[in-house]
């Protein structure tokens, strides 16, 4: 899941406007899209045609108007998911019965280990810009090993689903969305274990073992 004030930095600007006028009426809302990669975000429209449970009169969980706004650290901040982890799996189409399948298949035994290995991607490519290069084998050796690996304590916890449009003419399609989440102390336990006990191809060289030992110490300073 900062602005920053200085000339030519990117101002990232939040403009919200929710209509409820009618139960008929869709949502239009401009958003700034969740990425937990360090690229500029960019401002989306969305129009949310149809959601999960508008129909019986429901509103839209705190946890997807806040990741649709802050990301997930944004949810993570919620006082209920401050002592975990969270992740998000999306998926999107025109089948409605095909991502609805997707989202009844979903296991936090078979998916979290890659949304884990995914995000555990994202924060090394934030720190290392060329990983292979800066890391040798160890960075893909440990990226194999949290996508292979069984993640204790992982749950699943809500899933959402929306009908949007991303401009005032396009055609709407489904989008569905996922929550799991893990309690930190234990993903942190187990990355740590993961992390000492990678068994690269071949031997990190002397700078390369240097940048592994360092990082381990600062990674999860904005994971």
Known sequence: MKINSAPGAFILILLISLYFSCVNEPDVLTLITPDQTPMPQRQIYYSIEDYKGRDVGEEKPD??????????????????????????????????????????????????????????????LMEFPLPDFELGSFYMALIRSASDSEWPRSTREDDFWMLIKSSPDAEARWEFLILSAIPRNDFRNHFLYLYNNVNPRVAPNWEQQRAINRFRQSFFMGF
Do not use: C, K
């Open 63 to 124: 946890w997807v108007t806040i990741y649709l706004s802050e990301g997930l650290h944004g949810i993570e901040s919620m006082e209920i998911y401050q002592y975990d982890y969270v992740f998000i799996s999306r998926n999107e189409g025109s089948n409605f019965t095909a991502l609805n399948q997707w989202r009844e298949n979903f296991s936090p035994e078979l998916d979290f280990p890659h949304l884990a290995a995914s995000r555990i991607e994202e924060r090394f």
